[in-house]
């Protein structure tokens, strides 16, 4: 039971390219998330799935797309990567009241 | 606009101590607070969870203290160990979401000295 899945582990960008961070859930969890990390800044949600087709922006999500087409996979797309998206990157997921399991990360740098 | 505040940023005891983390809320209709262990270079993993209709809860070493009226709550690790060293981040979550939007506080950096 792999849990959630995260690739790549690290990406380094320039600027203006694009990229997915790929996140997958072997739980069958309705539920799945993005979180970036920063700093003294906790987590925050960028954006959030209740199940397949269904997608709703968090806290941060101006830079950010995503798209839910299986209940196991929830990628988020970069379109134009920027340095203020240097962060690290987890994806989350939960059923039904019950606890988040989250992901190893990506660590991404944007130059 | 950051709604859970947490507080230290860093603390350090020595072992067998017990580090007391705390974390105040602004919206009340957060109904699910966990607590999120960190390890370097890992993913958060769950440590201990409560829900607003208990005051006190406790699994193994950690207690989870909550206090609705004052919209804060608090964790506490009894009789620390080197190998609780990690970052700590208290969470809340709006009800009916499963914990699939948590709100996260700043993260604290507990530093356990043999």
């Known amino acids: 039971n792999a849990g959630v899945t995260q690739t790549p582990k690290f990406q380094v960008l320039k600027t203006g390219q694009s990229m997915t961070l790929q996140c997958a859930q072997d739980?069958?969890?309705?539920?799945m998330s993005w979180y970036r990390q920063d700093p003294g800044m906790g987590l925050r949600l960028i954006h959030y799935?209740?199940?397949?087709?269904?997608?709703d922006q968090g806290e941060v999500p101006n830079g950010y797309n995503v798209s839910r087409s299986t209940t196991e996979d929830f990628p988020l797309r970069l379109l134009s990567a920027a340095p203020s998206q240097t962060s690290v990157y987890f994806c989350?997921?939960?059923?039904?009241?019950?606890?988040?399991?989250f992901g190893q990360g990506t660590r991404l740098t944007v130059v | 606009q950051q709604q859970v505040k947490q507080s230290p940023q860093s603390l350090i005891v020595q072992k067998g101590g017990i580090p007391i983390i705390n974390c105040a809320y602004e919206?009340?209709?957060?109904?699910?607070f966990p607590w999120y262990q960190q390890f370097p270079g890992k993913g958060p993993a769950l440590l201990i969870a409560?829900?607003?209709?208990?005051s006190e809860k406790k699994e193994g070493r950690f207690t989870i203290s909550f206090n609705k009226s004052a919209k804060q709550f608090s964790l506490h690790i009894m009789d620390s160990q080197p190998g609780d060293s990690a970052t700590y981040f208290c969470?809340?979550?709006?009800?009916?979401?499963?914990?699939?939007?948590?709100?996260f506080g700043e993260g604290t950096q507990l530093t356990v000295n043999p």
């Open positions: 739980m069958n969890h309705e539920y």
């Open positions: 969470a809340a979550n709006p009800p009916q979401t499963s914990g699939s939007r948590l709100t």
């Open positions: 989350a997921s939960s059923h039904r009241a019950t606890e988040a399991f």
């Open positions: 919206n009340t209709a957060f109904d699910y």
């Open positions: 799935s209740v199940g397949a087709g269904i997608t």
């Open positions: 409560i829900r607003p209709d208990v």
